[in-house]
């Protein structure tokens, strides 16, 4: 599974992007595509995850009231839609496929996009 990010950018503290992920390969595999985002010198952080079967979602609790993600199967392309952005949204975002199995989980990442929000 290939995962390649786009729609980063720099926006204005109260202001929307939208980001998007084209996955490829072996995309039937995939059962949940999610965002991640890295601040620079911390860790990864949990953004929102989607389930590619029956598109239950679930967010970080900042992102919850200001973000919408979607899963668009037949262009195997996930996106995320932001909305009343923050300074301390600024990160690099990244764009997760998790393989789920009985023994075993897989995931793959994408390059990332850097999201900047000036005040």
């Known amino acids: 599974v290939q995962l390649v990010e786009s729609g980063g950018g720099l926006v204005q503290a109260g202001g929307s992007l939208r980001l998007s992920c084209a996955a490829s390969?072996?995309?039937?595999?995939?059962?949940?595509m999610g965002w991640y985002r890295r601040v620079s010198g911390e860790q990864r952080e949990l953004v929102a995850t989607?389930?590619?079967?029956?598109?239950?979602?679930n967010y970080a609790d900042s992102m919850q009231s200001r973000s919408t993600i979607s899963w668009d199967n037949a262009k195997n392309t996930m996106y995320l839609q932001m909305n009343s952005l923050k300074p301390e949204d600024t990160a690099v975002y990244y764009c997760?496929?998790?393989?789920?199995?009985?023994?075993?989980?897989?995931?793959?990442w994408g390059q990332g996009t850097q999201v900047t929000v000036s005040a």
């Open positions: 390969g072996s995309t039937f595999s995939i059962n949940i």
């Open positions: 989607i389930y590619t079967s029956d598109g239950r979602t």
């Open positions: 997760n496929a998790r393989e789920l199995s009985e023994w075993s989980e897989t995931h793959y």
